[in-house]
C-alpha cells in the first residue's frame, strides 16, 4: 500500500461519532513500514478527529461538553450571514482539531487500549468525508 | 527553498485572526518536494493556530466560543500574580493548540476548499509572531 | 539513543501538571538528530499533552478553564455506566489533545522562552503515564 492514503466515510452528520482506528491500523498491515509517524488528516471544517475511548457514555459526554463551548442553540454570525445553520458545527470542529499525528512501532499504532481514533462529524447534515493517512518512516 | 523556514508576521494581538494559507503554500512551490507532512508551529504562549474556514463570521464565532472557555473579564490567578493582564490568552492559546501537521501530495496541502490555516493572536497588544513551517518527504 | 524512545513517568492524577520539555529535549541530545520533527504522544485516554508557560498561576487558570468545559460535578453518562468517576476526566482530556509535532533545528527544540511541554494527567487517581517520543529526520 502507498505511504498516502485515503478513507472515504459516509456521515449521519449531527455529532456522529465513527470509531476509524482499524482502517488506519490497516494502512500500516502487510508493509515495509516498521517504525515511524502516521498523520490522519480530515478535509473540511465541520468535522475533527479526536483521541478518546470509543464508549457510547463518553460520545455522549463529549457531545455535551463540547455544546458548552459551542451550543447548537445560540447566536452564531455564521448562521446570520449564510444561512447554513452549521456555525456551531464549524467552531467545534475547529476546537477539537482536525489532524493527529500518532507514532508506530512494529507496524502497529502506539494506542491505550482505550485510545481510539475517531471521527466526529458536526455538520448538520449527512455527509461523505474523506480522511488523508499519511504515513512517514523514519 | 529548504525544508525549515519561518514566518514573520506582525499581529494587532486581541484576538487577531489571519490566514497563512498562502504562505505555507508557499514553501511547497517550485521545490521537489512531491509528497510529505507540513508541521506549522507557532513559538509563543499566547497564541494558536487553528483549521478553520477563514470568514469574518465566524472569526467572531470562534471568538466568543473561546471566552465561553476562558473570559476576558474573570480572575486569573497569571494576572495576579504576574500583572500582564494576559491570562485568558495563554488560557485560549493552549486550548486551541499550537501545532499542526497537514499532509501534502504533487506539491499542494491536502487542505479542503473551506478549511484555512490561521494563525490566532490572543495576546493583550500587538506581537511579532514567528512561525516555522518544516517539511518532511516520504 | 534511537529514534523511538519512552518516558514513564508517576503522577498523582487530579489535574497533576508536570513539565516534560528537558525530559524531551534530552532525546535530541548528542545525537546525529539534527533537523526534523518530534511527535510527543501519550497513551490512555485520562492524560493529555499542551504547550504551555509553565508557572504556577496559568495551572491553576488552564484548570479552571476545563473545568467549564468538563466540569467534575454534572452527570456523566460514562460515570453512571462505568462508575469509575472520571468522565470529566476523558472529556479533558480529549478536548486538550494527547500528541504534539514539534520541529527542532541543530538538535534543539523550536520552543518559545515561555512555551513548555506539559503532562497534564485528569484522572481521578495515581497513574503510571507512558510518553512516547519519536524523531523524524527531514
Chains 1, 2, 3 share one sequence.
Do not use: C
Not at 12 to 35: C, M, P
Not at 43 to 56: I, N, R
Not at 97 to 102: E, V, Y
Not at 117 to 135: H, S
Amino acid at each position: 500500500m502507498p505511504s498516502l492514503t485515503t478513507i472515504a466515510i459516509n456521515t449521519r452528520g449531527d455529532y456522529d461519532f465513527i470509531d476509524i482506528t482499524a482502517e488506519v491500523s490497516q494502512r500500516l498491515d502487510g508493509q515495509a513500514f516498521q517504525e515511524g509517524v502516521v498523520t490522519v488528516f480530515i478535509t473540511g471544517s465541520t468535522a475533527g478527529l479526536v483521541l478518546m475511548e470509543f464508549e457510547p457514555g463518553l460520545i455522549q459526554d463529549l457531545k455535551k461538553a463540547l455544546q458548552r463551548v459551542a451550543p447548537v442553540e445560540t447566536y452564531y454570525a455564521h448562521n446570520a450571514k449564510w444561512g447554513d445553520g452549521n456555525g456551531h458545527s464549524h467552531v467545534s470542529a475547529s476546537i477539537l482539531g482536525q489532524s493527529l499525528a500518532i507514532p508506530f512501532s512494529s507496524g502497529k499504532l502506539l494506542l491505550g487500549t482505550w485510545q481510539q481514533i475517531v471521527l466526529v462529524d458536526f455538520d448538520n447534515r449527512p455527509r461523505q468525508r474523506q480522511i488523508y493517512v499519511k504515513i512517514i518512516q523514519g
